[in-house]
Nanobody, 111 residues
Framework: QVQLVESGGGLVQAGGSLRLSCVVSGIIFRFNSMAWYRQPPGKQRELVAAITSGGTTNYTDSVKGRFTISRDNAKNTVYLQMNSLKSEDTGVYYC?????RGQGTQVTVSS
């Protein structure tokens, strides 16, 4: 059974930083692409960033240059470093592998 557990969310002022973590179990982590999604209040969930098993990354335009996705295969963990946070980054952040996602972690950016 695949399980993903996110952590690291919280309340931060605009311009601040947060680092999200997602620990994955139940799969051979190093063989899988991973992704971070977010769901802003009242809006649809959107893809934020993704990383392949080989380490290739891609980002939605609104976070390029501010967010960095990375992975540690030894720890079965994927990270999302978020810098220069803006109020529009507020939302619930989920990590996902294939069609399975975690319970999410809340990120709130105050302006």
């Amino acid at each position: 059974q695949v399980q993903l557990v996110e952590s690291g969310g919280g309340l931060v002022q605009a311009g601040g930083s947060l680092r999200l973590s997602c620990v994955v179990s139940g799969i051979i982590f190093r063989f899988n692409s991973m992704a971070w999604y977010r769901q802003p209040p009242g809006k649809q969930r959107e893809l934020v960033a993704a990383i392949t098993s080989g380490g290739t990354t891609n980002y939605t335009d609104s976070v390029k240059g501010r967010f960095t996705i990375s992975r540690d295969n030894a720890k079965n963990t994927v990270y999302l470093q978020m810098n220069s946070l803006k109020s529009e980054d507020t939302g619930v952040y989920y990590c996902q592998v294939s069609r399975t996602r975690g319970q999410g972690t809340q990120v709130t950016v105050s302006s």
